[in-house]
């Protein structure tokens, strides 16, 4: 039987669709793929339901710290029970946190050591304008551990390909009234391809709030 002369042009076009459904397929559910991990937990510091809270976030922008005050307090109130104070005099149980940085950790799945990469002005401008541009205004949390400061702003957009690791440190304090702070260390990660910060700090933000949950729990 004859082929049809429309079958080859028809096969190529079919390939052709296959091929490009291969290429958008990944990139879509990498767009998608985010993930977080703690690097530093908090010792648990159990809690008991109704007892008073009061949270204070320190070191971000005004907005960071209301936005993740706000997070952790709607957290504790509906996984514990816990009840918002006003101010710290009428609260039982007084969380604070301070955030030391807010920063790009890694950049497709490379680690970014700030010491080195500025001793070297080359691999500096190219860090400053990788992170600068996904790092948004420099308020409140620093950005990329220096390098942002080091070299100024960039202007280009993340690159949708790579995977940005950011990385969030502060330092948490959970105590009763009357009692001394005793800052602990903390660190975690949000990750994902073309992550810009937006969308790191809403991740960043929601780790840290399961977090002090975990902690207060007791477990």
């Not at 971000?60 to 209301?66: E, P, V, Y």
């Not at 690159?159 to 690791?165: P, V």
Request: aromatic share 4%.
């Amino acid at each position: 039987m004859p082929k049809s002369p429309a079958s080859p042009a028809l096969r190529g076009l079919f390939c052709l669709l296959c091929l490009c459904l291969c290429l958008l397929l990944p990139g879509c559910a990498g767009q998608n793929t985010q993930r977080t991990g703690t690097i530093q937990d908090l010792a648990a510091f159990p809690a008991s339901p109704d007892e008073t809270v009061y949270i204070a976030v320190t070191g971000g922008s005004r907005d960071f710290n209301d936005d993740l005050a706000s997070l952790m307090m709607g957290s504790l109130q509906s996984e514990l029970g816990l009840i918002p104070a006003d101010t710290p005099s009428e609260a039982s149980l007084l969380v604070d946190v301070t955030v030391r940085d807010v920063y790009v950790a890694a950049i497709g799945g490379t680690r970014i050591n700030a010491g080195r990469a500025l001793a070297n002005t080359a691999m500096a401008t190219t860090l400053g304008l990788a992170i600068g541009s996904i790092a948004g205004d420099r308020e409140g949390a620093l950005i990329g551990a220096g390098i942002g400061a080091a070299v100024g702003i960039g202007v280009t957009a993340a690159d949708a390909d790579k995977e940005y690791l950011w990385q969030l440190d502060a330092e948490v304090s959970m105590r009763r009234h009357g009692e001394q702070a005793s800052p602990q260390p903390y660190s975690t990660t949000a990750g994902g391809i073309g992550m810009e910060r937006q969308d790191a700090e809403f991740a960043l933000k929601n780790q840290l709030s399961e977090d002090v949950v975990r902690s207060l729990r007791g477990s």
